[in-house]
């Protein structure tokens, strides 16, 4: 059963500082990894998705990398600002052609401070 | 639709009532998927359908559990005789079409709270 974590569970960071949030799964036989933003009370946004030929991924301040081998993924925030503030959740879908089913890591709360 | 529907956005229910929570998908999204957030956790996924068939219907906690979406559209998920357990943001989402599974982002809704008191 794939499992996927978070690290860390919650991030308090001043404004302007670059940052990077963890994510690894146990079953390295994926599709795709995305990346997802979720504001309280919002669904989620999807920010970044990695097919799993590829490494990394890249929109305006945010870098997302995949290393399968390993089972790890990074999401690199660049020059955090207070409208980052939000939970960041990791999402692994599966390899086999039948499997649509997202699984999700607990996320990590992010704070940025002004 | 601009983007994916869910009502209501609240419900609070005793414990032992049935509830219903709809969504309307992106207009020509054949994939459709409910999962289920506790409180400080991550979704889980529920069930999924392609176009009116419930392809997958695995994370469905138990039997009280009913998804249908009976025109390929429009989906509802039921809750019959709701436990205090039950009480968590019920998130549905749509993509594209499912032949294309690499490139096929899920769309979320945001979300049914549901509190069963």
């Known amino acids: 059963k794939q499992e996927v974590t978070q690290i860390p569970a919650a991030l308090s960071v001043p404004e302007g500082e670059n940052l990077v949030l963890n994510c690894s799964f146990t079953?390295?036989?994926?599709?795709?990894l995305q990346w997802f933003r979720q504001d309280p009370g919002k669904g989620l946004t999807s920010l970044l998705l990695?097919?799993?030929?590829?490494r990394e991924q890249t929109s305006g301040r945010l870098n997302a990398s995949l290393d399968k081998s390993s089972g790890r993924s990074t999401l690199y925030i660049a020059a955090s600002q207070p409208g980052d503030s939000a939970t960041y959740l990791c999402?692994?879908?599966?390899?086999?052609?039948?499997?649509?089913?997202?699984?999700f890591g607990e996320g990590t709360q992010l704070t940025v401070n002004p | 639709g601009a983007g994916v529907s869910q009502s209501p956005r609240y419900k609070v229910a005793k414990r032992g009532q049935d509830v219903a929570l709809r969504c309307d998908p992106i207009s020509g999204h054949v994939s459709l998927f409910w999962y289920q957030q506790a409180l400080g956790q991550g979704p889980e996924f529920l069930t999924y359908f392609q176009n009116e068939a419930q392809l997958d219907k695995s994370g469905l906690p138990s039997d009280r559990f009913f998804a249908e979406r009976p025109e390929g559209s429009v989906s509802t998920l039921k809750i019959q005789r709701t436990q205090q357990e039950d009480s968590a943001v019920y998130l549905c989402a749509s993509s594209l079409n499912d032949r294309a599974l690499a490139k096929n982002i899920q769309y979320f809704g945001a979300g049914t709270r549901l509190s069963v008191l």
């Open positions: 079953d390295s036989a994926i599709y795709n």
């Open positions: 999402a692994v879908r599966p390899r086999e052609t039948s499997g649509s089913r997202l699984t």
């Open positions: 990695i097919q799993s030929s590829q």
